[in-house]
């Protein structure tokens, strides 16, 4: 089974306009509105190929109704925390020729007792299980929860994917996940490195970076790159490139979260990094050619 866990899930309310001009009056072309957070993404992403997963979070309040109302309109199985607080809401200003602008925001406040009801309902995960550990803490939420949730689930043996920024992720790595999942940005945060180096580095140059990010814990490490493709070491530093497939990008949210269902997907099946590798780049560059979650035949198209 593969469980995703999402901290601080949103409603994302897309806003389709020709141009983002502050301090002007604007017209709206057109809206969309869609559950979202990471592992919700995910989630979403997982059930539409096909494959059993449980969506794990904190839900409360009229957004959060909402929220949960379109997953179990997907057919996404749910076992969310209830809370006190209402779920964010995150806004999405997009035109189909040109990059989206996001705006998000805090979320709700997350009590201990909250957070406590998150434990009971991890015992619930199955031994051997794979788990994804994916976006921004809610309020309330220690900064180490990654680190500490990891532990508690060790006894399990589940296969942990941490999918987070750098400030998440350190801690986590002593936990030893079984995969990491940096973008570019994330990559770059975690080593203190500037975007103007990165952006002329060739496959092999992250290489020696990549060895680091294993010798810190990671058993697996895959690198987005948006339209670039991902780059993947392994634990004995064996390291797989795949090119991601032209597409006319309408939007890159959720994009590194299809990446991840795409490749648990495949992973859990056959486990064979490559080829998981490569249907994770399939699936993030169909989620860029479309607004929000891609369906299955989009993935099929470009495959």
Request: proline fraction near 4%.
């Amino acid at each position: 089974m593969i469980y995703t866990i999402t901290f601080n899930p949103s409603l994302d309310y897309a806003i389709e306009i020709d141009e983002l001009r502050p301090y002007y009056f604007q017209r709206a072309s057109g809206t969309k509105i869609a559950p979202g957070g990471k592992g919700i993404n995910t989630a979403i992403v997982l059930n539409r190929l096909g494959v059993d997963v449980i969506a794990i979070g904190f839900l409360g309040g009229h957004t959060g109704a909402v929220i949960l109302n379109e997953l179990q309109k997907e057919g996404v199985i749910t076992h969310f925390v209830p809370i006190n607080e209402m779920n964010r809401i995150n806004l999405k200003f997009y035109h189909a020729e040109r990059k989206t602008t996001s705006v998000n925001t805090p979320g709700p406040y997350i009590s201990k007792s909250e957070l406590d009801d998150l434990y009971r309902r991890l015992d619930e995960i199955e031994a051997g299980s794979y788990v994804v550990f994916s976006g921004a803490l809610a309020q309330g939420i220690p900064e180490n929860t990654y680190a500490t949730l990891m532990r508690y689930l060790r006894s399990k043996k589940v296969k942990i994917i941490v999918d987070a920024e750098a400030h998440y992720l350190k801690p986590a790595m002593q936990e030893r996940p079984f995969l990491i999942k940096p973008n570019l940005t994330e990559f770059e945060d975690y080593f203190g490195l500037s975007s103007r180096l990165t952006k002329n580095y060739k496959e092999k140059d992250f290489a020696p970076y990549l060895r680091r990010l294993i010798d810190d814990g990671a058993e697996n490490v895959a690198l987005t790159l948006g339209e670039k493709g991902a780059i993947l070491m392994d634990k004995n530093y064996n390291l797989y490139f795949e090119r991601s497939p032209y597409v006319n990008v309408v939007s890159s949210v959720g994009a590194g979260d299809s990446f991840v269902a795409g490749f648990l997907a495949s992973y859990s099946k056959d486990e064979d990094l490559a080829a998981a590798l490569k249907f994770g780049v399939v699936c993030g560059a169909a989620a860029a050619s479309v607004l929000f979650q891609a369906t299955k035949e989009d993935v099929e198209k470009l495959l």
